[in-house]
C-alpha cells in the first residue's frame, strides 16, 4: 500500500482535470460521481497506508 501513496494528491487532481475538461459533456450525476469517487479513494489509499504504518514497529514508522 505505501507503494501507492503517491496516488492520495494524484487523484483528486485527475478527478479536477476529467471534470474541468469534460464535465459539460457529461450529466451533472456523473460529475458528482467523479468527483466524489476520486476522494473516496484517495481517503480508502490514505487508511490503507495508515494501517499499514501503524503496523510496522516503532522504529520503522517513517516513510522516505
Known amino acids: 500500500m505505501l507503494k501507492l501513496i503517491w496516488l492520495i494528491p494524484v487523484l483528486p487532481?485527475?478527478?479536477v482535470a476529467?471534470?474541468?475538461l469534460f464535465g459539460?459533456?457529461?450529466s451533472r450525476r456523473a460529475v458528482a460521481w467523479v468527483?466524489?469517487?476520486v476522494v473516496l479513494l484517495s481517503l480508502l489509499l490514505s487508511l490503507g497506508a495508515?494501517?499499514?504504518l501503524s503496523g510496522l514497529p516503532e522504529s520503522g514508522r517513517h516513510y522516505e
Open 35 to 37: 468527483a466524489c469517487g
Open 18 to 20: 476529467a471534470n474541468g
Open 50 to 52: 495508515v494501517t499499514e
Open 13 to 15: 487532481l485527475l478527478g
Open 24 to 26: 459539460r459533456f457529461m
